[in-house]
């Protein structure tokens, strides 16, 4: 089933913060997170494992709250290059191992 | 590394035509997805292979759709026939890990275009 993502879209001042929300239903084993500009493919950002851990990629982060069954991905001081699509992605702790994607946050940073 | 490299990049036919998307995944990755994406469905999981097998087709549409991994180094995605909603863009990616702890490399994508 596929996560929710929220919100839907987000446009920011270049310097300002953002948070997105990945939720499922089902219980995680992790979360993905992606990132896909306009008219390419999606590069990979970070992945979390159950643990509850927390990541940091420069001054994007991530964590995992595997109790609720949710992630959410920060972004510090956006910077123009920030723009685009951000996905996430889970796999359960079911037996299929397979990643799929919630519908996508549109971030656009302005300058 | 060249990085997975999907071919052709966009093509256009008609309703009823057979379409074959091609994939070279990168070298010593075990793993290999092809993902199809839309404005109203998102990235979708097509099928997935590891070593060559396939593991979980269970998002593949319908028997129009068919992909085969005849080596380490290249995979096709099918569509015979092809209709107007199978317009998308064709992603294929590949991992060195499984799904769960696997980054995903993905190609430039194949864009669909049924009329």
């Known amino acids: 089933q596929q996560p929710v993502q929220s919100p839907q879209a987000v446009i920011l001042r270049e310097g300002e913060d953002a948070v997105i929300n990945c939720s499922s239903s089902?219980?995680?084993?992790?979360v993905h997170w992606y990132r896909q500009k306009h008219g390419e493919a999606p590069v990979f950002l970070m992945i979390?494992?159950?643990?509850?851990e927390q990541k940091g990629h420069e001054k994007i982060s991530a964590s995992f709250n595997e109790k609720k069954q949710q992630s959410s991905l920060y972004l510090t001081a956006s910077q123009l290059s920030y723009s685009g699509t951000y996905f996430c992605?889970?796999?359960?702790?079911?037996?299929?191992?397979?990643?799929?994607f919630g519908s996508g946050t549109q971030l656009t940073v302005l300058p | 590394d060249a990085g997975v490299i999907q071919s052709p990049r966009h093509e256009v036919t008609e309703m009823g035509q057979e379409v074959t998307l091609r994939c070279k995944p990168i070298?010593?990755?075990?793993?290999l997805f092809w993902y199809r994406q839309t404005m109203m469905r998102g990235l979708e999981l097509l099928i997935y292979?590891?070593?060559?097998?396939?593991?979980?087709d269970s998002g593949m549409p319908e028997d129009r759709f068919s992909a085969k991994m005849p080596n380490a180094s290249f995979s096709t995605l099918k569509i015979q026939p092809s209709e107007p909603r199978d317009s998308a863009v064709y992603f294929c990616?590949?991992?060195?890990?499984?799904?769960?702890?696997?980054?995903?490399?993905f190609g430039e994508g194949s864009r669909l275009t049924v009329l």
């Open positions: 990616a590949s991992s060195s890990r499984d799904p769960n702890t696997g980054e995903l490399f």
């Open positions: 089902k219980a995680l084993y992790s």
């Open positions: 979390l494992l159950k643990g509850g």
């Open positions: 992605g889970t796999t359960d702790s079911g037996s299929a191992r397979q990643l799929t």
């Open positions: 070298s010593g990755h075990d793993y």
């Open positions: 292979f590891n070593n060559n097998v396939p593991i979980d």
